[in-house]
């Protein structure tokens, strides 16, 4: 089965404040999938790196640092800002790390969003913000909608790699 890469997915935007509690519910999942997913892979398993790519313990403070960068983007919203920050990327590599910690600072992220959201007034979801690369007016709610898409893309990686290296 093909993946579509994640730069050349077609992404829509302008959701409704009222769509905020379903993905929100995505997102709430996203580390109990991930847990359910590696618990039973070794070391040398989570930082297997299939090809050069990402392992899957770089896959999962990937998903933490953009947890922070999207933390940073609704204040930005929050303030008006006419265009969000970009997203600069420099990973860390999370595969010396304890597979515990990586998932703790992706769930302490990923928390921190959460109640974020849920803190946010019906104008707060209303406010946007230009993305740089995308070029779209995105609302807190189009954010967490992306992130929550942006999760399954890499929990599709996760799941590949992990087949690989159990077969």
Known sequence: MTEKPWFERQLKFGYEPELLPYFLVRLEGTPVRI????QSLN????????NGKWSIKENIGHLAEVDAIANKRIDEMLAQAPVLAPAVFEPQNYNPW????????FQQNRETNLKKYQSLSVDDL??????PRLKVLMTPVDLSWFDAEHDDHHL???KTILQS???
């Open 165 to 167: 290296v159990t077969t």
């Open 156 to 158: 599709v990686k996760i």
């Open 43 to 50: 070391e040398q398993q989570l930082s297997h790196k299939p």
């Open 98 to 105: 304890p597979l515990k910690e990586v998932i703790a600072l």
């Open 35 to 38: 847990k359910t997913m590696v």
């Open 126 to 131: 209303r406010q946007a913000s230009l993305h």
